[in-house]
């Protein structure tokens, strides 16, 4: 983390920059059902789910050899509805976001051009609320779609850290999994199982690397500082991304043929992504995407890595979820674009491509070399060419 992180730790947030309890409660109202169930059935299945996350950490151990898997002790493994994971990525979004909203308070304060309110008037509280409001919207939609998810940053927003967990927490969220499992007409303990194992290396990962979530920290707080740094141009690019999704949505010419009317790729416009314009900008955000693509890609990897000893279903479970998302909605299709969710499926096979390529050349102990230091990292080019690390590692 940067000095200017260190030293504003523990001090107030910004007032009335997002309203976090209403972002959360916002996300819980709006959350979609999850499945029917009776309560001994919730019961058994939060059990199993405890079950099928311990049971995978040796799997983990045995596939990516990383000695942390050993021991896991520093955080928590947490089963969680819907209103639960809300509530701890808005816990997770305060830590991260801190140092971006406080150089977007001190800019406004000094700016002639702001028209932001005034911190503690009537008008921020307002402004406050709506951005929580719609925060919690993203949430509400995001709480039904996501099945797992480590968060290596939730002990630093404590005043009070649990130093028995000062790591983080695994989240398995239990409606989704069990609607996914059923969806898919799949056997529960090895879906779950398989689920288990992706989540649980994530957790490995920031064990076996523990200056990983400072330093990821570091850099979300670099780019959003460039990006305050031209919030003036940055409004008018967030307007103009609106009318080309609007334009693009509504275009005769783009019937299914995944290309613009411009000819521009459609993958390539209207998402928030396409608003970083500054050369320094796209470096903080290409090497973030870098580790991105690491983390998801390795987690895939490990994943793949369990054979039909392990999980006896594997095969179909892999068949059957990697055909989902044929049959969305448009409406659905939009938001997950606009919200760059199909640019983060992407980072998976990226990813678990550079991760394939390395440990075919220097086996997984070489890769392994990764999780040492920051500049071990691979960089956005390495992610796509992996000789090009091994080359840099001297491996």
């Not at 305060?94 to 005034?118: E, F, G, H, I, Y």
């Amino acid at each position: 983390m940067s000095q200017k992180s260190r030293t504003t730790a523990g001090t107030p947030a910004p007032p009335n920059m997002i309203n976090w309890e209403l972002a959360a409660k916002t996300a819980a109202n709006l959350a979609p059902a999850g499945p029917d169930l009776s309560g001994s059935e919730i019961s058994a299945a939060v059990e199993n789910l405890r079950l099928m996350a311990e049971k995978s950490v040796p799997h983990v151990h045995e596939i990516s050899r990383l000695e942390a898997a050993k021991d896991l002790h520093d955080s928590e493994v947490l089963v969680v509805d819907r209103a639960s994971w809300a509530k701890a990525n808005t816990q997770s979004f305060a830590v991260m976001m801190d140092p971006v909203l406080r150089a977007l308070a001190a800019k406004a304060a000094t700016s002639s051009k702001s028209n932001s309110p005034a911190p503690g008037s009537p008008g921020a509280a307002i402004s406050a609320s709506v951005t929580g409001a719609q925060l919690g919207g993203a949430l509400a939609f995001l709480s039904s779609k996501v099945l797992g998810q480590y968060d290596p940053f939730s002990a630093l927003g404590q005043s009070e850290p649990n130093t028995a967990h000062s790591g983080g927490r695994l989240l398995l969220v239990a409606p989704n999994i069990i609607t996914v499992e059923r969806d898919l007409k799949v056997d529960p303990a090895d879906f779950r199982l398989w689920v288990c194992l992706h989540e649980q290396t994530h957790r490995v990962q920031f064990a076996a690397a523990p200056w990983l979530r400072h330093h990821m920290l570091g850099e979300i707080e670099k780019l959003g500082e460039l990006l305050v740094g031209d919030s003036e141009n940055f409004g008018e690019r967030l307007l103009e991304s609106a009318k080309s999704l609007g334009r693009k949505n509504n275009s005769p010419a783009n019937s299914g043929s995944g290309v613009a009317a411009s000819g521009t790729p459609e993958s390539s416009r209207g998402t928030l992504l396409d608003l970083l314009q500054d050369p320094e900008q796209k470096a903080a955000l290409s090497h973030l995407t870098a580790v991105m693509s690491l983390l998801e890609g390795h987690a895939n990897v490990v994943m793949d890595g369990v054979d039909q000893r392990i999980v006896p279903t594997v095969r179909t479970i892999r068949q059957r979820f990697n055909g989902r998302g044929k049959d969305r909605g448009i409406i659905e299709k939009f938001i997950r674009n606009l919200m760059g969710l199909d640019a983060k499926m992407k980072q998976y096979s990226d990813g678990a491509k550079f991760v394939r390529d390395t440990v075919a050349v220097v086996g997984m102990d070489g890769f392994n070399n990764v999780w040492n230091q920051a500049e071990n990292l691979p960089t956005e080019a390495e992610i796509h060419n992996a000789r090009l690390w091994v080359e840099r590692m001297g491996l």
